[in-house]
């Protein structure tokens, strides 16, 4: 059992010094960088070269651990902040909560020196049951496995409630380590900092969204503030009566001016994860007029999973397309005078009128089951995008969330499909999300499907596809140096002259599930 240590910070080398000379020098550092200045760098390599120094993405502090973390190759990753430090015994204590059978640690958060003031911030966590960022630690594949932290949150607010929150709905085993202490120096708070921390308020609408909060926002926010102040007499005592009393009769005054202030950003962080669903196609396009004006623009490559009836445990319907759906949209794309193309095609050509590339990703049985003949019926081609760890076997990567598995092409249908004049592409060996590895992990995720397929099928393998559009600049790289001529993202769009190779967008086909009696609208110009 191995622990990697990653931390946070950005443009505090004076506090992120004093933090650093309290750990361990046998264990696996990560200062992950958010600054844009060279002190931090300089001073790790001159006075702690034992550790890595890494820049982030200057996304913000959740981005920014998530970094780290990426970074990291132990067993465990332990979390703590620049500006704390950590207690003699802290890796022990973790290590000790980590021998039984935990997959999240709290550690004890003290803050020594507080005052009973409002302009004094304090961070502390003594009993457990309150997952801080500043202190804390999680399994490598735990930490993964629930997505880490939320980049959404750019800053340093809510963005810890909302980790815990997925932690419990993972159902991931959380203890409270009080041997693994670090100690969190009480920051002076000026009459700015007050003001900002109310503007920061506007995560907490972020949070309701993500977390898919169903009491309206003016009801829960009364009853919150209700509360508080009903149970601030058992707050209050003779060593500490001054700071709640002022907090509460801060949220009490500015309560009217609050309240629409939250209802705007839960609109304007509501209309932005909408534009996300609507450029990932977590919706249904079902209209001719949706597709009108994009269609002309570029070359479209349509992207399938399953063919298919939704199974009614499954929680994503929408990657499923019924059989008879299917063959209606060849037919009427037959019928519209449209055409499919290869990849190389578009590759080598640029965008063709009236053309369409038809892909599919993982691998899914139906497909060969449901979907070769009526390819055949209308002269359609296409390429499937398998993951050769798990071919002939099942979609373990999705178990979890569509509690529902679906058999995979095995290696007799895989031909079929070839002799058939389809092509194969790559989609990794196992379906991770690529960016939350190692980049040495990622490479060999992304070279080893290549060769794998390669050598089982004797074919080329030329095309790769994100397992769930998950790519940054340094993953596309990793593609493109394993020899691949294109890959394909999630991302909603048609491809013009001279896009990318290696970010092609597609259209997705998703099953339609508010018309059921109008199922699919046809997605193109006569």
Not at 229 to 236: A, D, E, G, S, V
Not at 434 to 458: M, N, Q, V
Request: glycine share 6%; aromatic share 10%; with cysteine.
């Amino acid at each position: 059992m191995s622990f990697s240590i990653v931390v946070p910070t950005c443009n505090r080398p004076e506090m992120l010094r004093e933090c650093l000379v309290r750990l361990p020098r046998s264990s696996e550092i990560i200062v992950t960088d958010d600054s844009r200045g060279n002190a931090t760098r300089d001073i790790i390599s001159q006075e702690f070269p034992h550790m890595h120094w890494t820049r982030a993405p200057g996304l913000g502090p959740a981005a920014n651990r998530n970094h780290g973390a990426r970074q990291a190759s132990g067993d465990w990753i332990a979390f703590v902040d620049d500006d704390c430090e950590p207690g003699a015994g802290w890796l022990a204590g973790l290590e000790n909560a980590a021998r039984g059978g935990a997959e999240v640690i709290e550690g004890k958060t003290e803050c020594p020196g507080r005052r009973d003031t409002p302009f004094q911030e304090h961070v502390e966590n003594l009993t457990g049951g309150t997952l801080i960022s500043c202190n804390f630690a999680m399994r490598r594949d735990a930490f993964f496995k629930s997505g880490g932290f939320d980049e959404d949150f750019r800053e340093a607010y809510y963005e810890d409630t909302e980790l815990a929150w997925r932690i419990r709905k993972c159902g991931l085993r959380v203890v409270f380590a009080p041997e693994a202490v670090v100690i969190h120096q009480p920051r002076p708070v000026t009459l700015d900092h007050i003001a900002k921390r109310q503007l920061q308020l506007r995560w907490t609408m972020l949070y309701r969204l993500k977390t898919k909060s169903r009491t309206p926002l003016w009801l829960e926010y009364s009853l919150n503030l209700l509360r508080t102040t009903l149970t601030l007499p058992r707050r209050m005592n003779s060593a500490c009566w001054r700071t709640p009393l002022v907090h509460q009769a801060l949220a009490l005054a500015l309560f009217p001016m609050v309240l629409p202030y939250l209802y705007f950003w839960q609109w304007r962080y509501r209309e932005m994860l909408n534009r996300r669903a609507l450029e990932n196609r977590e919706q249904p396009y079902q209209r001719l007029s949706d597709f009108r004006p994009l269609l002309s623009t570029g070359q479209a490559v349509l992207m399938y999973h399953k063919l298919d009836i939704p199974r009614l445990r499954s929680l994503r319907k929408g990657l499923f397309v019924p059989a008879h759906l299917f063959e209606k949209q060849l037919r009427e794309l037959t019928e519209a005078g449209w055409r499919s193309v290869s990849l190389a095609d578009y590759l080598e050509r640029g965008p063709q009128p009236k053309s369409v590339v038809i892909t599919f990703d993982d691998g899914f049985e139906s497909v060969w089951r449901n979907g070769m003949k009526p390819m055949a019926k209308h002269g359609f081609r296409a390429i499937q995008f398998l993951v050769p760890g798990s071919i002939g076997k099942f979609n373990h990567w999705d178990f979890a969330e569509t509690r529902s598995g679906e058999k995979l092409m095995d290696d007799a249908q895989i031909r079929d499909w070839l002799a058939a004049g389809h092509e194969i592409g790559a989609h990794t060996m196992t379906h991770p999300f690529l960016t939350r590895l190692p980049l040495d992990e990622a490479r060999t995720e992304i070279r080893d499907s290549k060769h794998a397929l390669e050598d089982r099928f004797g074919v080329a393998v030329r095309h790769f596809a994100y397992p769930y559009g998950d790519w940054n600049p340094a993953v596309r790289d990793l593609v493109r140096e394993a020899g691949f001529a294109s890959a394909a993202i999630t991302q909603y769009g048609v491809n013009r002259a001279n896009h990318d190779p290696w970010t092609l967008r597609r259209v997705a086909s998703f099953f339609p599930l508010s018309e059921r009696g109008n199922l699919f609208k046809v997605f193109l110009v006569r």
